[in-house]
């Protein structure tokens, strides 16, 4: 699937980028992110790049999709997230509604 994000390349270097999202996994979701807001953790990896201690050294290869406080519609849910979410919630359908909280963070690569 075609996907379209605004994604870190380098310190002050900023592009929305065209790519291919790889399948979803099991238990994953996939979100059509309709709204996403810029706190100031993403503003400071946006200046220093992989200086910003959450920026991964290769960025440059492989490119950070920013934002990290979004909301969004599902639009593709595979099991078992279609029983159960991680924290024992009920299912999570496509066409529901999806936000993340701002203290949601990527596990460490």
Do not use: Q, W
């Not at 159960?84 to 963070?105: E, I």
């Amino acid at each position: 699937m075609e996907a379209k994000a605004l994604r870190l390349h380098a310190a002050n270097d900023l592009r929305v980028d065209t790519f291919e999202l790889p399948p979803i996994k099991e238990d994953e979701i996939l979100v059509k992110v309709v709204s996403d807001s810029i706190c100031m953790s993403t503003y400071k990896c946006a200046i220093l790049g992989t200086g910003h201690k959450r920026v991964h050294p290769d960025v440059a290869e492989h490119p950070a999709i920013m934002g990290h406080e979004f909301a969004g519609d599902i639009v593709e849910a595979s099991p078992p997230s279609t029983t159960r979410a991680p924290c024992g919630a009920p299912a999570t359908p496509t066409s529901s509604a999806a936000a993340t909280p701002p203290t949601a963070s990527c596990p460490p690569r």
